[in-house]
């Protein structure tokens, strides 16, 4: 991996744990999510109407991760009505490198370095630490496979856009018409749950929404060009970086509360991230 996409994808990672703290911080986690999905979903193809249409093989992996990101999202907004950003976000992340890297070393055909699997595993193993503090500190253990649930979507479109994205060779137009089919899959389901009331939203949460959108387009459409450039596994666990950027914004914003286990598995994140550079 080279030092651009490296420092890409972790700009990507701070991008990533930003969006997920402005949905955090909104009332209604699930009007949150819709509002971002909206306004993606627009940018989205407005910047893909730009583009040559994908050739229609492009199109099996567009309407998958679609599906995927739907799930995904669902598992999330409601994850972070059971618990803190600093506690969900790294179970809901930290799954899914591992995961990825499972079915990356059978099915894929990435070369991915001795130090760079010690690295994902390092990273991996830091970012599952963070997840015990749903059970030891007494918090909502429905967190917990809501979160998981959310890792297993991570995975499935972690691995289908990296594959997408590369038989489509246009990760612009690809991540385009992605976040426009999220937006028909995903909209239809949150007025299917809440009905209209999913919409009703003030000012500040359609401001707050579309920041989000914003912050979320740009963090996955890094990560997706960088699918094609390095090997996917790699990429979607640099991204897990996020979980560093997302306990300081839990503990300095939110004022979440700053554990010995939280401070040990941040430094084993950093550990495994320098160890894939070597």
Not at 61 to 73: D, R
Not at 102 to 115: C, E, M, N, Q, R
Not at 188 to 215: K, N
Not at 217 to 238: H, K
């Amino acid at each position: 991996m080279s030092l651009s996409v490296f420092l890409s994808v972790m700009g990507a990672a701070f991008l990533h744990a930003l969006w997920n703290a402005a949905i955090k911080q909104g009332a209604s986690k699930l009007t949150g999510m819709a509002i971002l999905t909206i306004v993606q979903g627009i940018a989205g193809l407005g910047i893909a109407l730009t583009r040559p249409l994908p050739q229609a093989e492009v199109w099996f992996w567009l309407i998958g991760s679609g599906v995927l990101h739907t799930a995904y999202k669902l598992f999330l907004a409601y994850a972070y009505d059971q618990g803190d950003l600093s506690r969900v976000y790294p179970i809901a992340r930290g799954a899914a490198p591992m995961m990825v890297l499972l079915v990356g070393a059978v099915a894929l055909t990435d070369t991915i370095s001795a130090a760079e699997y010690l690295g994902v595993l390092i990273v991996g193993l830091g970012i599952l630490m963070m997840a015990r503090g749903a059970l030891r500190m007494g918090e909502s253990r429905r967190l917990v496979p809501l979160a998981l649930g959310s890792a297993l979507a991570t995975a499935g479109y972690s691995l289908t856009d990296g594959m997408g994205a590369r038989v489509s060779g246009d990760a612009v137009a690809y991540v385009g018409w992605l976040f426009a089919l999220d937006a028909v899959f995903f909209t239809p389901t949150c007025l299917a749950i809440r009905g209209r009331s999913v919409l009703r939203a003030d000012l500040r949460a359609w401001a707050m929404g579309s920041f989000a959108a914003l912050a979320s387009y740009g963090a996955y459409a890094i990560a997706v060009w960088a699918m094609t450039e390095a090997p996917i596994a790699l990429v979607s666990a640099l991204r897990e970086t996020s979980i560093l950027f997302a306990v300081l914004i839990g503990w300095v914003v939110f004022g979440e509360r700053m554990t010995r286990d939280k401070a040990i598995a941040a430094v084993l994140i950093l550990s495994g991230v320098i160890v894939t550079r070597l």
